[in-house]
């Protein structure tokens, strides 16, 4: 009778956590931002599934060649487009459908957090579900990083050595900066050490063999820059690029303050403090999680981007198994003044939640009306000529029109679709107006 009340409880607890993930997910199934990064995984996916790959990396490379600053790949990491291309039978490439990927990631991570800690785990799902970093990856079609972390999680929690490598290959084929948690943990686990590192560098040799020779596609993705336009090597100029910085100042200020806003879900003037805290508290805990969390974050400090929250999804994820560790070795007991602190910050995350919901209908995307007719307009015309957009990609998706960032030297006969919005948003005196709403004016030379 105990057994069956014990297994009831856990499936009862199953269960919250999945309505949870569907509530907190709803509001958001209507609306998508104008984040230019599933675009892209979309438009590879289909070209993946189409095998006209070649054609897809050709393009893309005339088109970031017109911005004075590319920011955006030649092509991703190829392992959400693979998978968005293997679903495509389910989803057929809709935005609104295949961002099903985050929730059910997100459900499955929050019952590994779950199962696999062994103290106040129920608490600890509960405030990933809630929290306002994972609900703000509602907004977009598909990100990278509750996926990838949800197969990291997989081989680290799996007996079988076949199955530990296939799902770290897996994590690394999404986002190739897991490769810091797999040999992280491959360290720590000390046993058949050089043969878990050859096992994993040769298994990574052979998949990008395949996908070079299949999809003539690296499997890391195609980084292009202004000094190397070397696929193979133009990733790691970006990242040798950007080795100078890591002792600026102000990079080190917003390292501390984005590891803050990572935990706390928002930004404060003690944000500093906050981050300062966080990595001495993981510095003071030592152990395997700690270690895998600060070598990741570490990481990124070479990695230029205006926000890194979003990156650091699989770091708060990773967190809890840290702290749980910490507290079992230690021998806590069940105080209840944790548990009244972890139902503060469910609380906390709970009304972020509901101010997130207020605030939706300002978020701007294809999902608004004038949006909408913009996105009309540009797929009725039969001009063939390039277009600039602030988010290239997703107006390629949604109309098949090439477009670019338009951030230096206008190319020729470019029609502007200029977002009113934006503050650097300026109509070219020498143009004609072809289309206007209360959100966009689009402009041509004719």
């Not at 609104?96 to 590994?112: A, D, E, H, K, N």
């Not at 084929?173 to 360290?187: A, G, S």
């Not at 000390?190 to 998949?207: A, D, E, F, G, P």
């Amino acid at each position: 009778m105990r057994e069956v009340k014990k297994e009831s409880g856990i499936y009862l607890r199953y269960s919250i956590l999945f309505i949870l993930v569907t509530v907190s997910f709803l509001p958001f199934s209507n609306v998508i931002s104008w984040g230019s990064d599933y675009a892209g995984y979309i438009l590879q996916a289909k070209a993946i599934q189409s095998f006209s790959t070649q054609e897809f990396i050709d393009t893309q490379s005339f088109l970031i060649n017109l911005s004075e600053n590319p920011k955006y790949p030649v092509y991703t990491p190829i392992g959400m487009p693979l998978l968005i291309s293997i679903s495509s039978f389910l989803t057929n490439f809709d935005l609104y459908s295949v961002r099903i990927f985050i929730p059910i990631s997100v459900f499955f991570i929050s019952l590994i957090i779950y199962k696999k800690n062994k103290g106040y785990s129920f608490f600890y799902s509960l405030i990933f579900i809630l929290h306002p970093t994972i609900i703000g990856q509602y907004k977009d079609a598909v990100l990278t990083e509750s996926t990838a972390t949800l197969f990291f999680l997989l081989g680290l929690f799996s007996r079988h050595d076949k199955f530990r490598l296939i799902f770290y290959i897996l994590s690394i084929l999404i986002r190739p900066t897991f490769l810091i948690f797999v040999i992280c943990d491959i360290i720590f686990e000390k046993k058949n050490l050089l043969k878990n590192l050859l096992s994993i560098i040769l298994s990574l040799l052979v998949v990008n063999f395949l996908t070079k020779n299949i999809f003539n596609m690296n499997f890391y993705g195609f980084y292009e820059t202004r000094q190397s336009d070397s696929e193979t090597f133009g990733i790691f100029a970006l990242l040798f690029n950007n080795i100078e910085t890591i002792l600026n100042f102000e990079k080190i200020l917003f390292f501390f303050n984005e590891f803050a806003r990572l935990f706390i879900g928002f930004t404060t003037s003690i944000n500093l403090v906050i981050g300062i805290f966080i990595i001495c508290f993981l510095i003071f805990i030592r152990n395997k999680y700690s270690f895998m969390i600060i070598a990741f974050s570490m990481f990124h400090l070479i990695w230029d981007s205006p926000s890194l929250v979003r990156y650091f999804i699989p770091v708060f994820v990773i967190s809890f198994f840290a702290f749980d560790e910490f507290l079992q070795n230690k021998k806590f007991k069940n105080y209840i003044i944790f548990k009244i602190f972890f139902i503060f910050i469910i609380i906390l995350n709970f009304l972020q939640f509901n101010n997130s919901i207020d605030v939706l209908e300002n978020q701007t995307g294809p999902h608004q009306s004038e949006s909408k007719e913009m996105l009309d307009f540009v797929n009725t015309t039969k001009n063939e000529n390039i277009f600039s957009f602030h988010s290239p990609r997703t107006l390629r998706l949604l109309t098949n029109k090439n477009s670019y960032w338009l951030d230096g030297d206008l190319h020729k006969d470019t029609v502007i679709i200029c977002y009113l919005k934006e503050s650097d948003c300026k109509v070219n005196e020498n143009y004609k107006i072809i289309f206007k709403n209360n959100l966009y004016v689009i402009s041509d030379n004719e």
